[in-house]
Protein backbone atom coordinates (compact mmCIF):
# COMPACT_ATOMS: atom_id res chain seq x y z
CA UNK A 1 0.00 0.00 0.00
CA UNK A 2 2.53 2.30 0.83
CA UNK A 3 4.74 1.68 -2.34
CA UNK A 4 1.55 2.49 -4.09
CA UNK A 5 1.37 5.68 -2.56
CA UNK A 6 5.01 6.42 -3.50
CA UNK A 7 4.08 5.99 -7.23
CA UNK A 8 0.92 7.74 -6.83
CA UNK A 9 2.44 10.96 -5.24
CA UNK A 10 5.75 10.94 -7.10
CA UNK A 11 6.21 8.56 -10.01
CA UNK A 12 2.62 9.67 -11.87
CA UNK A 13 1.43 12.04 -14.50
CA UNK A 14 0.56 14.60 -12.20
CA UNK A 15 3.43 14.11 -10.30
CA UNK A 16 5.53 15.05 -13.17
CA UNK A 17 2.64 17.88 -14.16
CA UNK A 18 2.99 19.30 -10.91
CA UNK A 19 6.61 18.85 -10.41
CA UNK A 20 7.02 21.09 -13.58
CA UNK A 21 4.34 23.78 -12.39
CA UNK A 22 6.16 23.88 -8.73
CA UNK A 23 9.75 24.63 -10.33
CA UNK A 24 8.44 27.03 -12.82
CA UNK A 25 6.74 28.88 -9.90
CA UNK A 26 10.50 28.64 -7.95
CA UNK A 27 12.19 29.88 -11.14
CA UNK A 28 10.15 33.01 -10.39
CA UNK A 29 12.03 33.65 -6.73
CA UNK A 30 14.38 36.20 -6.84
CA UNK A 31 12.60 38.01 -9.55
CA UNK A 32 9.47 39.91 -7.49
CA UNK A 33 7.15 38.05 -6.49
CA UNK A 34 5.54 37.09 -9.74
CA UNK A 35 4.07 34.07 -8.79
CA UNK A 36 2.20 35.18 -5.66
CA UNK A 37 0.65 38.18 -7.35
CA UNK A 38 -1.18 35.74 -10.00
CA UNK A 39 -1.85 33.04 -7.38
CA UNK A 40 -4.00 35.95 -5.14
CA UNK A 41 -3.95 33.89 -2.36
CA UNK A 42 -3.38 34.47 1.25
CA UNK A 43 -0.34 34.48 2.65
CA UNK A 44 -1.24 31.64 5.20
CA UNK A 45 -1.97 29.44 1.94
CA UNK A 46 0.63 27.33 -0.17
CA UNK A 47 -1.66 26.28 -2.46
CA UNK A 48 -5.60 26.26 -3.76
CA UNK A 49 -7.00 22.98 -5.79
CA UNK A 50 -10.59 23.55 -6.84
CA UNK A 51 -12.07 24.68 -3.51
CA UNK A 52 -9.86 23.44 -1.46
CA UNK A 53 -6.55 25.37 0.25
CA UNK A 54 -3.16 24.04 1.67
CA UNK A 55 -2.37 25.39 4.46
CA UNK A 56 1.17 26.68 5.20
CA UNK A 57 1.14 24.69 8.52
CA UNK A 58 -0.15 21.39 6.72
CA UNK A 59 2.71 22.06 4.00
CA UNK A 60 5.21 22.74 6.51
CA UNK A 61 4.99 19.32 8.09
CA UNK A 62 5.07 17.59 5.04
CA UNK A 63 8.28 19.49 4.02
CA UNK A 64 10.14 19.33 7.55
CA UNK A 65 9.50 14.84 7.16
CA UNK A 66 10.47 14.51 3.98
CA UNK A 67 14.07 17.14 4.83
CA UNK A 68 14.31 14.75 7.83
CA UNK A 69 13.70 11.20 5.70
CA UNK A 70 16.47 12.68 3.20
CA UNK A 71 18.99 13.66 5.86
CA UNK A 72 18.85 10.20 7.72
CA UNK A 73 19.30 8.93 4.39
CA UNK A 74 22.65 10.45 3.76
CA UNK A 75 23.72 10.34 7.44
CA UNK A 76 23.60 13.82 7.85
CA UNK A 77 21.88 14.85 11.38
CA UNK A 78 20.94 18.70 10.26
CA UNK A 79 18.64 18.36 8.07
CA UNK A 80 19.73 22.31 6.70
CA UNK A 81 23.02 20.39 5.69
CA UNK A 82 21.20 19.58 2.56
CA UNK A 83 22.02 21.53 -0.26
CA UNK A 84 19.64 23.80 -1.60
CA UNK A 85 18.27 22.11 -4.78
CA UNK A 86 17.80 19.23 -2.71
CA UNK A 87 15.69 21.11 -0.18
CA UNK A 88 13.65 22.32 -3.14
CA UNK A 89 13.16 19.11 -4.64
CA UNK A 90 12.02 18.10 -1.14
CA UNK A 91 9.68 21.00 -1.04
CA UNK A 92 8.06 19.88 -4.79
CA UNK A 93 7.87 16.07 -3.75
CA UNK A 94 5.44 17.48 -0.58
CA UNK A 95 3.35 19.62 -2.25
CA UNK A 96 2.96 16.90 -5.16
CA UNK A 97 1.80 14.73 -2.35
CA UNK A 98 -0.67 17.07 -1.09
CA UNK A 99 -2.09 18.56 -4.19
CA UNK A 100 -2.32 14.72 -5.20
CA UNK A 101 -4.60 14.27 -2.35
CA UNK A 102 -6.72 17.70 -2.71
CA UNK A 103 -7.16 16.37 -6.30
CA UNK A 104 -8.64 12.86 -5.78
CA UNK A 105 -10.28 14.69 -2.80
CA UNK A 106 -11.91 17.00 -4.94
CA UNK A 107 -12.50 14.25 -7.56
CA UNK A 108 -14.27 11.88 -5.30
CA UNK A 109 -16.39 14.27 -4.09
CA UNK A 110 -17.67 15.10 -7.55
CA UNK A 111 -18.23 11.38 -8.41
CA UNK A 112 -20.32 10.54 -5.15
CA UNK A 113 -17.19 8.64 -3.70
CA UNK A 114 -16.93 8.10 0.15
CA UNK A 115 -14.67 5.56 1.75
CA UNK A 116 -15.76 4.23 5.01
CA UNK A 117 -14.26 3.83 8.26
CA UNK A 118 -14.23 0.40 8.37
CA UNK A 119 -12.42 0.30 5.00
CA UNK A 120 -9.65 2.42 6.12
CA UNK A 121 -9.58 0.51 9.63
CA UNK A 122 -9.27 -2.50 7.30
CA UNK A 123 -6.45 -0.61 5.84
CA UNK A 124 -4.48 -0.06 8.06
CA UNK A 125 -4.48 -3.32 10.23
CA UNK A 126 -3.18 -4.65 6.69
CA UNK A 127 -0.29 -2.53 7.07
CA UNK A 128 2.86 -4.84 8.06
CA UNK A 129 4.91 -1.62 9.33
CA UNK A 130 1.83 -1.64 12.02
CA UNK A 131 1.83 -5.29 12.99
CA UNK A 132 3.48 -6.81 16.16
CA UNK A 133 5.47 -9.61 16.33
CA UNK A 134 2.34 -11.56 16.46
CA UNK A 135 1.04 -10.34 13.13
CA UNK A 136 -1.56 -8.62 14.15
CA UNK A 137 -2.17 -4.94 14.34
CA UNK A 138 -0.47 -3.58 17.48
CA UNK A 139 -1.04 -0.24 18.93
CA UNK A 140 2.19 0.41 20.12
CA UNK A 141 3.86 -0.01 17.08
CA UNK A 142 1.06 2.31 15.25
CA UNK A 143 1.96 5.01 17.99
CA UNK A 144 5.73 4.55 17.42
CA UNK A 145 6.06 4.21 13.68
CA UNK A 146 3.46 7.45 13.18
CA UNK A 147 5.29 9.55 15.74
CA UNK A 148 8.99 8.55 14.20
CA UNK A 149 7.42 9.49 10.56
CA UNK A 150 5.80 12.97 12.15
CA UNK A 151 2.47 11.96 11.48
CA UNK A 152 -0.70 12.41 13.69
CA UNK A 153 -3.19 9.88 13.86
CA UNK A 154 -5.50 11.77 11.77
CA UNK A 155 -2.96 12.84 9.34
CA UNK A 156 -2.38 9.15 8.72
CA UNK A 157 -5.48 7.95 8.50
CA UNK A 158 -5.93 11.59 5.89
CA UNK A 159 -3.42 9.39 3.66
CA UNK A 160 -4.80 6.11 3.84
CA UNK A 161 -8.83 7.41 2.78
CA UNK A 162 -6.81 9.66 0.09
CA UNK A 163 -5.03 6.59 -1.05
CA UNK A 164 -8.81 4.42 -0.67
CA UNK A 165 -10.18 7.26 -3.09
CA UNK A 166 -7.62 7.25 -5.86
CA UNK A 167 -7.97 3.54 -5.84
CA UNK A 168 -11.66 3.81 -6.48
CA UNK A 169 -11.15 6.25 -8.78
CA UNK A 170 -8.28 4.69 -10.98
CA UNK A 171 -8.33 1.08 -10.69
CA UNK A 172 -11.75 0.72 -12.82
CA UNK A 173 -10.48 2.27 -15.49
CA UNK A 174 -7.76 -0.01 -15.64
CA UNK A 175 -9.37 -3.08 -15.41
CA UNK A 176 -9.51 -4.54 -19.09
CA UNK A 177 -7.11 -2.39 -20.46
CA UNK A 178 -4.90 -5.04 -22.51
CA UNK A 179 -1.81 -4.06 -24.93
CA UNK A 180 -2.17 -4.71 -28.80
CA UNK A 181 -0.68 -7.97 -29.79
CA UNK A 182 1.31 -6.57 -32.43
CA UNK A 183 3.03 -4.56 -29.68
CA UNK A 184 3.19 -7.67 -27.98
CA UNK A 185 4.93 -9.57 -30.79
CA UNK A 186 7.55 -7.01 -31.53
CA UNK A 187 8.89 -5.90 -28.00
CA UNK A 188 9.19 -9.91 -26.84
CA UNK A 189 11.30 -10.49 -30.39
CA UNK A 190 13.30 -7.89 -29.51
CA UNK A 191 13.75 -8.76 -25.28
CA UNK A 192 13.82 -12.29 -26.17
CA UNK A 193 16.78 -11.86 -29.19
CA UNK A 194 19.73 -13.92 -28.32
CA UNK A 195 23.46 -13.60 -29.44
CA UNK A 196 25.72 -16.81 -30.36
CA UNK A 197 29.46 -15.98 -29.17
CA UNK A 198 32.32 -17.88 -29.77
CA UNK A 199 34.74 -17.06 -26.60
CA UNK A 200 38.02 -17.40 -24.95
CA UNK A 201 38.82 -15.88 -20.99
CA UNK A 202 42.12 -15.28 -20.28
CA UNK A 203 42.35 -15.27 -16.37
CA UNK A 204 45.04 -13.14 -14.18
CA UNK A 205 45.47 -16.26 -12.62
CA UNK A 206 47.18 -17.96 -15.08
CA UNK A 207 49.75 -15.43 -15.61
CA UNK A 208 52.84 -15.88 -12.92
CA UNK A 209 53.60 -12.67 -11.28
CA UNK A 210 57.16 -11.39 -12.01
CA UNK A 211 59.76 -11.06 -9.74
CA UNK A 212 59.66 -7.84 -7.81
CA UNK A 213 62.22 -5.11 -9.55
CA UNK A 214 64.73 -3.22 -7.77
CA UNK A 215 64.54 -0.76 -5.38
CA UNK A 216 65.12 2.02 -8.27
CA UNK A 217 61.55 0.52 -9.99
CA UNK A 218 59.48 0.64 -7.05
CA UNK A 219 60.54 3.73 -6.32
CA UNK A 220 60.03 5.19 -10.00
CA UNK A 221 56.23 3.05 -9.71
CA UNK A 222 55.54 5.17 -6.32
CA UNK A 223 56.51 8.69 -7.71
CA UNK A 224 54.00 7.85 -10.39
CA UNK A 225 51.00 6.28 -8.16
CA UNK A 226 51.89 8.17 -5.02
CA UNK A 227 47.82 9.24 -4.99
CA UNK A 228 47.19 5.07 -4.30
CA UNK A 229 49.75 5.11 -1.21
CA UNK A 230 48.35 7.77 1.12
CA UNK A 231 47.29 7.27 4.84
CA UNK A 232 43.62 8.71 5.51
CA UNK A 233 42.41 11.16 7.55
CA UNK A 234 42.26 9.92 11.40
CA UNK A 235 40.26 11.36 13.87
CA UNK A 236 39.74 10.38 17.47
CA UNK A 237 36.30 10.82 19.12
CA UNK A 238 34.65 10.38 22.61
CA UNK A 239 30.97 9.42 21.94
CA UNK A 240 27.65 8.79 24.25
CA UNK A 241 24.99 7.16 22.08
CA UNK A 242 20.85 6.60 23.39
CA UNK A 243 18.73 4.75 21.64
CA UNK A 244 16.21 2.45 22.24
CA UNK A 245 18.53 -0.55 21.56
CA UNK A 246 20.44 1.23 23.97
CA UNK A 247 18.01 1.62 26.63
CA UNK A 248 16.18 -1.78 25.99
CA UNK A 249 19.45 -3.61 26.54
CA UNK A 250 19.43 -2.28 30.27
CA UNK A 251 15.50 -3.30 31.09
CA UNK A 252 14.37 -6.29 32.94
CA UNK A 253 12.88 -8.69 30.77
CA UNK A 254 11.13 -12.25 32.37
CA UNK A 255 11.83 -15.13 31.08
CA UNK A 256 8.33 -15.78 30.44
CA UNK A 257 8.03 -12.97 27.93
CA UNK A 258 10.67 -14.13 26.23
CA UNK A 259 9.61 -17.56 25.56
CA UNK A 260 6.03 -15.97 24.44
CA UNK A 261 8.27 -13.98 22.14
CA UNK A 262 10.03 -16.92 20.98
CA UNK A 263 6.35 -18.88 20.22
CA UNK A 264 5.23 -15.84 18.15
CA UNK A 265 8.42 -15.63 16.06
CA UNK A 266 8.78 -19.76 15.95
CA UNK A 267 9.26 -19.53 11.65
CA UNK A 268 12.09 -16.59 11.99
CA UNK A 269 14.28 -19.12 14.66
CA UNK A 270 13.55 -22.48 13.14
CA UNK A 271 14.28 -22.07 9.16
CA UNK A 272 14.22 -25.28 7.00
CA UNK A 273 17.16 -25.75 4.56
CA UNK A 274 16.86 -23.60 1.20
CA UNK A 275 17.90 -24.53 -2.09
CA UNK A 276 18.60 -22.47 -5.20
CA UNK A 277 18.82 -25.04 -8.40
CA UNK A 278 18.36 -25.34 -12.28
CA UNK A 279 16.08 -27.92 -13.64
CA UNK A 280 15.28 -29.84 -17.21
CA UNK A 281 12.14 -31.44 -17.46
CA UNK A 282 12.52 -33.56 -20.72
CA UNK A 283 9.66 -35.91 -21.76
CA UNK A 284 12.19 -39.16 -22.42
CA UNK A 285 14.72 -40.63 -20.55
CA UNK A 286 16.80 -40.81 -23.37
CA UNK A 287 16.50 -36.92 -24.06
CA UNK A 288 17.26 -36.31 -20.17
CA UNK A 289 20.56 -38.57 -20.56
CA UNK A 290 21.79 -36.87 -23.25
CA UNK A 291 21.23 -33.72 -21.62
CA UNK A 292 22.98 -34.78 -18.70
CA UNK A 293 25.63 -35.40 -20.32
CA UNK A 294 25.94 -32.09 -21.97
CA UNK A 295 25.75 -30.32 -18.60
CA UNK A 296 28.35 -32.52 -17.19
CA UNK A 297 30.68 -31.85 -19.90
CA UNK A 298 30.80 -28.24 -18.77
CA UNK A 299 28.22 -26.38 -21.51
CA UNK A 300 26.28 -23.26 -19.76
CA UNK A 301 23.05 -23.17 -18.51
CA UNK A 302 22.19 -20.42 -21.20
CA UNK A 303 23.58 -22.86 -23.71
CA UNK A 304 21.66 -25.47 -22.88
CA UNK A 305 18.23 -24.13 -22.70
CA UNK A 306 18.85 -23.42 -26.12
CA UNK A 307 19.94 -27.09 -27.39
CA UNK A 308 16.65 -28.81 -25.29
CA UNK A 309 14.59 -27.16 -27.35
CA UNK A 310 11.54 -29.98 -26.06
CA UNK A 311 12.43 -29.63 -22.66
CA UNK A 312 11.52 -27.70 -20.13
CA UNK A 313 14.02 -25.43 -18.28
CA UNK A 314 12.65 -24.22 -14.48
CA UNK A 315 14.42 -21.78 -11.95
CA UNK A 316 14.23 -22.12 -8.57
CA UNK A 317 15.68 -19.68 -5.65
CA UNK A 318 15.87 -20.04 -2.37
CA UNK A 319 13.22 -23.24 -2.83
CA UNK A 320 12.16 -25.39 0.24
CA UNK A 321 11.72 -29.03 0.19
CA UNK A 322 7.74 -28.13 1.08
CA UNK A 323 8.08 -25.63 -1.53
CA UNK A 324 8.39 -27.71 -4.37
CA UNK A 325 5.28 -29.03 -5.79
CA UNK A 326 6.68 -32.13 -7.05
CA UNK A 327 7.57 -34.76 -3.88
CA UNK A 328 10.39 -37.14 -6.22
CA UNK A 329 11.68 -33.62 -7.83
CA UNK A 330 12.25 -32.30 -4.35
CA UNK A 331 14.05 -35.61 -3.19
CA UNK A 332 16.62 -35.10 -6.14
CA UNK A 333 17.17 -31.50 -5.48
CA UNK A 334 17.90 -32.02 -1.63
CA UNK A 335 19.59 -35.32 -1.96
CA UNK A 336 22.12 -33.71 -5.07
CA UNK A 337 25.79 -32.95 -4.12
CA UNK A 338 25.81 -28.51 -4.58
CA UNK A 339 27.52 -27.99 -7.91
CA UNK A 340 26.99 -31.58 -9.92
CA UNK A 341 24.60 -32.97 -12.42
CA UNK A 342 22.25 -34.92 -10.42
CA UNK A 343 20.05 -36.98 -12.42
CA UNK A 344 17.94 -37.79 -14.77
CA UNK A 345 15.50 -39.11 -12.33
CA UNK A 346 11.74 -40.01 -12.99
CA UNK A 347 9.38 -37.33 -11.54
CA UNK A 348 5.91 -36.73 -11.57
CA UNK A 349 6.12 -33.90 -14.31
CA UNK A 350 9.05 -35.97 -16.69
CA UNK A 351 12.48 -37.08 -16.24
CA UNK A 352 14.34 -34.40 -14.62
CA UNK A 353 17.72 -33.54 -14.44
CA UNK A 354 19.26 -30.82 -11.65
CA UNK A 355 22.05 -28.89 -10.43
CA UNK A 356 22.28 -27.54 -6.86
CA UNK A 357 23.94 -23.48 -7.03
CA UNK A 358 23.23 -22.90 -3.76
CA UNK A 359 22.63 -23.83 -0.56
CA UNK A 360 20.97 -22.66 2.30
CA UNK A 361 21.60 -24.76 5.91
CA UNK A 362 18.73 -24.88 7.85
CA UNK A 363 18.29 -22.34 10.91
CA UNK A 364 17.30 -24.20 13.72
CA UNK A 365 17.98 -22.07 16.81
CA UNK A 366 16.71 -22.98 20.07
CA UNK A 367 15.34 -20.49 22.82
CA UNK A 368 18.82 -20.12 24.45
CA UNK A 369 20.43 -19.55 21.49
CA UNK A 370 18.55 -16.73 21.13
CA UNK A 371 16.98 -15.61 24.47
CA UNK A 372 19.85 -12.62 24.16
CA UNK A 373 18.54 -11.28 21.16
CA UNK A 374 14.57 -11.79 22.43
CA UNK A 375 15.38 -9.82 25.42
CA UNK A 376 17.14 -7.06 23.51
CA UNK A 377 13.99 -6.84 20.72
CA UNK A 378 11.65 -6.79 23.63
CA UNK A 379 13.20 -4.31 26.06
CA UNK A 380 13.50 -2.07 22.36
CA UNK A 381 9.92 -2.18 22.00
CA UNK A 382 9.59 -0.83 25.48
CA UNK A 383 12.06 1.31 25.76
CA UNK A 384 9.84 3.97 23.21
CA UNK A 385 8.00 5.01 26.01
CA UNK A 386 11.34 6.11 27.67
CA UNK A 387 13.27 7.39 25.24
CA UNK A 388 11.99 11.09 25.75
CA UNK A 389 12.06 11.49 29.41
CA UNK A 390 15.84 10.26 29.14
CA UNK A 391 16.37 12.44 25.93
CA UNK A 392 15.93 14.85 28.22
CA UNK A 393 18.19 14.08 30.93
CA UNK A 394 21.32 13.26 28.75
CA UNK A 395 20.64 16.65 27.58
CA UNK A 396 20.94 18.25 30.71
CA UNK A 397 23.37 16.16 32.09
CA UNK A 398 25.64 17.24 28.48
CA UNK A 399 24.88 20.96 28.62
CA UNK A 400 25.83 20.39 32.93
CA UNK A 401 29.02 18.33 32.50
CA UNK A 402 29.87 17.38 28.83
CA UNK A 403 30.52 13.54 27.94
CA UNK A 404 32.44 13.05 30.93
CA UNK A 405 28.94 12.88 33.27
CA UNK A 406 26.51 11.14 31.66
CA UNK A 407 24.33 9.13 34.69
CA UNK A 408 24.82 5.45 34.14
CA UNK A 409 20.94 4.85 34.73
CA UNK A 410 19.93 6.19 31.34
CA UNK A 411 20.68 3.30 29.34
CA UNK A 412 23.27 5.60 26.98
CA UNK A 413 25.72 3.73 25.54
CA UNK A 414 29.64 5.23 25.37
CA UNK A 415 32.83 4.90 23.19
CA UNK A 416 35.85 6.09 22.38
CA UNK A 417 38.52 6.12 19.54
CA UNK A 418 40.18 6.82 16.56
CA UNK A 419 38.62 6.12 13.17
CA UNK A 420 38.94 7.25 9.22
CA UNK A 421 35.68 8.67 7.16
CA UNK A 422 35.04 5.05 5.87
CA UNK A 423 34.98 3.65 10.01
CA UNK A 424 38.17 1.84 9.99
CA UNK A 425 40.60 1.96 12.67
CA UNK A 426 44.46 2.55 11.90
CA UNK A 427 44.84 -0.91 12.09
CA UNK A 428 42.54 -1.43 9.04
CA UNK A 429 39.92 -2.55 11.54
CA UNK A 430 35.93 -1.57 11.83
CA UNK A 431 35.76 0.65 14.52
CA UNK A 432 33.70 -0.68 17.37
CA UNK A 433 31.26 2.28 17.30
CA UNK A 434 27.47 1.19 18.82
CA UNK A 435 24.50 0.93 17.17
CA UNK A 436 22.75 0.24 13.60
CA UNK A 437 24.69 0.64 10.14
CA UNK A 438 22.68 3.75 9.34
CA UNK A 439 23.13 4.96 13.48
CA UNK A 440 27.09 4.20 12.87
CA UNK A 441 27.07 5.78 9.73
CA UNK A 442 25.42 9.63 11.03
CA UNK A 443 28.02 9.02 13.79
CA UNK A 444 31.29 8.72 11.57
CA UNK A 445 29.32 11.43 8.93
CA UNK A 446 29.19 14.07 12.31
CA UNK A 447 32.81 13.00 13.58
CA UNK A 448 33.88 14.29 9.96
CA UNK A 449 31.80 17.55 9.58
CA UNK A 450 32.25 19.08 13.52
CA UNK A 451 36.04 20.68 14.84
CA UNK A 452 37.96 19.51 17.45
CA UNK A 453 36.93 21.11 20.44
CA UNK A 454 33.55 21.64 19.44
CA UNK A 455 31.51 21.77 22.66
CA UNK A 456 29.54 18.13 22.59
CA UNK A 457 25.37 19.11 21.19
CA UNK A 458 22.85 16.25 21.27
CA UNK A 459 21.41 15.23 18.19
CA UNK A 460 18.95 12.95 16.70
CA UNK A 461 20.22 10.30 14.32
CA UNK A 462 18.12 7.63 12.15
CA UNK A 463 15.79 5.33 14.22
CA UNK A 464 15.10 7.20 16.87
CA UNK A 465 18.50 7.93 17.95
CA UNK A 466 20.13 11.00 19.47
CA UNK A 467 24.23 11.10 20.33
CA UNK A 468 26.80 13.52 20.96
CA UNK A 469 30.33 13.73 20.23
CA UNK A 470 33.37 15.38 20.61
CA UNK A 471 36.36 15.23 18.24
CA UNK A 472 39.68 15.02 20.40
CA UNK A 473 42.26 15.13 18.10
CA UNK A 474 42.58 15.19 14.10
CA UNK A 475 45.34 13.47 12.20
CA UNK A 476 45.29 15.30 8.76
CA UNK A 477 45.76 12.69 5.88
CA UNK A 478 49.16 12.43 4.57
CA UNK A 479 51.24 10.36 1.64
CA UNK A 480 52.90 7.62 3.17
CA UNK A 481 56.54 7.43 3.02
CA UNK A 482 58.30 4.78 0.74
CA UNK A 483 59.51 2.81 3.24
CA UNK A 484 55.91 2.63 4.88
CA UNK A 485 54.22 1.40 1.95
CA UNK A 486 56.84 -0.71 0.48
CA UNK A 487 54.92 -4.01 0.48
CA UNK A 488 51.72 -2.28 -1.27
CA UNK A 489 54.11 -0.82 -3.84
CA UNK A 490 54.99 -3.98 -4.58
CA UNK A 491 52.38 -5.78 -4.99
CA UNK A 492 50.73 -3.17 -6.68
CA UNK A 493 53.50 -3.28 -9.26
CA UNK A 494 53.35 -7.17 -9.60
CA UNK A 495 49.63 -6.81 -10.24
CA UNK A 496 49.77 -4.28 -12.72
CA UNK A 497 52.74 -6.62 -14.56
CA UNK A 498 49.80 -9.00 -14.70
CA UNK A 499 47.37 -7.51 -15.96
CA UNK A 500 49.74 -5.77 -18.72
CA UNK A 501 51.05 -8.87 -20.00
CA UNK A 502 46.95 -10.64 -19.72
CA UNK A 503 46.15 -7.56 -21.78
CA UNK A 504 49.09 -8.02 -24.71
CA UNK A 505 48.17 -11.90 -25.21
CA UNK A 506 44.05 -10.85 -25.55
CA UNK A 507 44.93 -8.21 -28.07
CA UNK A 508 47.22 -10.37 -30.04
CA UNK A 509 44.35 -12.79 -29.81
CA UNK A 510 41.86 -10.30 -30.76
CA UNK A 511 43.79 -9.63 -33.24
CA UNK A 512 44.35 -12.53 -35.22
CA UNK A 513 40.47 -12.98 -34.61
CA UNK A 514 40.07 -9.93 -36.64
CA UNK A 515 42.39 -11.18 -39.67
CA UNK A 516 40.52 -15.00 -39.55
CA UNK A 517 37.17 -13.41 -39.71
CA UNK A 518 36.82 -15.36 -36.43
CA UNK A 519 37.62 -16.25 -33.05
CA UNK A 520 37.36 -19.89 -34.02
CA UNK A 521 40.32 -20.28 -36.69
CA UNK A 522 42.86 -18.94 -34.04
CA UNK A 523 41.87 -20.13 -30.65
CA UNK A 524 39.69 -23.41 -31.13
CA UNK A 525 42.11 -25.48 -29.72
CA UNK A 526 43.24 -23.55 -26.85
CA UNK A 527 42.00 -24.53 -23.24
CA UNK A 528 39.09 -22.41 -22.29
CA UNK A 529 37.41 -21.84 -25.55
CA UNK A 530 34.11 -21.99 -25.87
CA UNK A 531 31.60 -21.92 -28.98
CA UNK A 532 28.05 -21.03 -29.77
CA UNK A 533 27.77 -19.22 -26.18
CA UNK A 534 24.31 -17.77 -25.96
CA UNK A 535 23.42 -14.95 -24.03
CA UNK A 536 20.29 -12.82 -24.05
CA UNK A 537 20.00 -8.79 -23.46
CA UNK A 538 18.57 -9.42 -20.03
CA UNK A 539 21.27 -11.61 -19.20
CA UNK A 540 23.14 -10.48 -15.67
CA UNK A 541 24.71 -14.15 -14.67
CA UNK A 542 27.00 -16.72 -16.89
CA UNK A 543 30.20 -16.94 -18.39
CA UNK A 544 31.07 -13.70 -19.40
CA UNK A 545 31.74 -9.98 -18.59
CA UNK A 546 28.32 -8.10 -17.84
CA UNK A 547 29.83 -5.45 -20.63
CA UNK A 548 30.41 -7.80 -22.93
CA UNK A 549 26.85 -9.15 -23.00
CA UNK A 550 25.91 -5.75 -23.70
CA UNK A 551 28.32 -4.99 -26.01
CA UNK A 552 27.63 -8.15 -27.88
CA UNK A 553 23.65 -7.07 -28.92
CA UNK A 554 25.48 -3.53 -30.52
CA UNK A 555 28.05 -5.50 -33.30
CA UNK A 556 27.14 -7.69 -35.96
CA UNK A 557 27.64 -11.18 -36.91
CA UNK A 558 31.09 -11.93 -37.72
CA UNK A 559 32.53 -9.23 -35.85
CA UNK A 560 35.02 -9.47 -32.76
CA UNK A 561 35.67 -7.62 -29.63
CA UNK A 562 37.52 -8.10 -26.86
CA UNK A 563 36.63 -6.28 -23.00
CA UNK A 564 38.37 -6.83 -19.64
CA UNK A 565 36.35 -8.56 -16.36
CA UNK A 566 36.71 -8.69 -13.37
CA UNK A 567 39.05 -11.67 -13.91
CA UNK A 568 40.92 -11.31 -16.83
CA UNK A 569 40.42 -10.05 -20.59
CA UNK A 570 37.76 -11.75 -22.79
CA UNK A 571 37.90 -11.76 -26.41
CA UNK A 572 34.97 -12.96 -28.23
CA UNK A 573 33.10 -13.27 -32.01
CA UNK A 574 29.71 -12.73 -32.60
CA UNK A 575 28.68 -15.67 -35.10
CA UNK A 576 25.00 -15.54 -35.29
CA UNK A 577 21.52 -14.04 -34.20
CA UNK A 578 18.67 -16.08 -32.98
CA UNK A 579 15.14 -15.09 -32.75
CA UNK A 580 13.38 -17.53 -30.27
CA UNK A 581 9.82 -18.71 -31.26
CA UNK A 582 7.67 -17.56 -28.72
CA UNK A 583 5.38 -20.78 -29.24
CA UNK A 584 7.97 -22.31 -27.58
CA UNK A 585 8.29 -20.51 -24.58
CA UNK A 586 4.52 -19.54 -23.80
CA UNK A 587 4.85 -18.81 -20.31
CA UNK A 588 8.19 -16.23 -21.34
CA UNK A 589 5.35 -14.69 -23.61
CA UNK A 590 2.74 -14.64 -21.60
CA UNK A 591 4.65 -12.61 -18.74
CA UNK A 592 5.92 -9.96 -21.91
CA UNK A 593 2.12 -9.42 -22.79
CA UNK A 594 1.34 -9.02 -18.91
CA UNK A 595 4.32 -6.36 -18.64
CA UNK A 596 2.85 -4.70 -21.59
CA UNK A 597 -1.12 -4.75 -20.45
CA UNK A 598 0.07 -3.05 -17.37
CA UNK A 599 1.93 -0.12 -19.02
CA UNK A 600 -0.56 0.42 -21.59
CA UNK A 601 -3.27 0.33 -18.22
CA UNK A 602 -0.68 2.93 -16.88
CA UNK A 603 -0.81 5.23 -20.24
CA UNK A 604 -4.68 5.31 -19.65
CA UNK A 605 -4.26 6.05 -15.99
CA UNK A 606 -1.92 9.02 -16.81
CA UNK A 607 -4.52 10.56 -19.07
CA UNK A 608 -7.08 10.34 -16.94
CA UNK A 609 -5.15 11.68 -13.96
CA UNK A 610 -3.81 14.27 -15.97
CA UNK A 611 -7.82 15.36 -16.93
CA UNK A 612 -8.30 15.29 -13.42
CA UNK A 613 -5.06 17.70 -12.77
CA UNK A 614 -6.16 20.06 -15.50
CA UNK A 615 -10.14 20.36 -13.75
CA UNK A 616 -8.72 21.00 -10.42
CA UNK A 617 -6.33 23.35 -12.13
CA UNK A 618 -3.96 24.08 -8.92
CA UNK A 619 -2.35 26.75 -8.06
CA UNK A 620 1.14 27.52 -6.39
CA UNK A 621 1.72 30.12 -4.03
CA UNK A 622 5.59 30.37 -4.51
CA UNK A 623 6.05 32.81 -2.40
CA UNK A 624 4.07 30.68 0.76
CA UNK A 625 6.31 28.14 -0.21
CA UNK A 626 9.49 30.10 0.06
CA UNK A 627 8.50 31.27 3.29
CA UNK A 628 8.16 27.99 4.67
CA UNK A 629 11.46 26.45 3.07
CA UNK A 630 13.74 30.00 3.40
CA UNK A 631 15.02 29.41 0.11
CA UNK A 632 14.77 32.90 -0.42
CA UNK A 633 17.36 34.40 1.89
CA UNK A 634 20.07 31.41 0.77
CA UNK A 635 23.18 33.12 -1.05
CA UNK A 636 23.68 31.92 -4.23
CA UNK A 637 25.42 29.03 -4.19
CA UNK A 638 26.09 28.42 -0.26
CA UNK A 639 23.79 25.16 -0.66
CA UNK A 640 22.78 25.10 3.41
Given amino acids: MLAMMRRVFIGSWLGRILAVLILLSFGAWGIGDFASSIFGGGAGVVARVGGHEIGMAEFQRTYERGLAAAAEHQGLSDPTALPLPERRQIAVQALQQLVFQSVIADAAHRT ?17 AFQGPDGSFSRTAFDQRIAAAGFTEDQLLAIFRAQAAATALIEPIRIGTVAPPELVRRAYAF ?16 ISPPAAPDEATLHRYYDDNTDRFTAPEYRRIKLVLLSPATIGHDLQVTEADERKAYDELIARYQVPEKRSVQVLIASSQAEAVQLAGLWRGGIAWSQLQATAKDAIPVSLDDATAAGIPSPDLARLVFAATPGTVAGP ?14 VTPADDRSFAQVQDELHDMIGT ?18 AGGGLDSIPSDLG ?30 AIRAQAFAARKGDVPTLMQGPESSWFALVVEQVTPAAPLAFVQAADRVRADWQRDAVRHTDEQQAAALYNAAQKAHGLAAVAGNRPGFQRDVVVRRDQTTGPMPANLVQLAFSLAPGTSTMVEGPDGFTVATVTGVRHPDPTANPLEYARARQSLDAATADDVENGYVETLQGRANPKINAGAVEQVTGAGNATGGSGS
Fill in 345 to 358: SKTEAGWAVVRVSK
Fill in 112 to 128: GIVVPDQVVRDQVFAEK
Fill in 381 to 398: QRAAALLPARVQKLQDAI
Fill in 412 to 441: AAAAEGTLDAQGQTQSGDPAPLPGSDAVRK
Fill in 191 to 206: AAEQRVLDMITLPFSQ
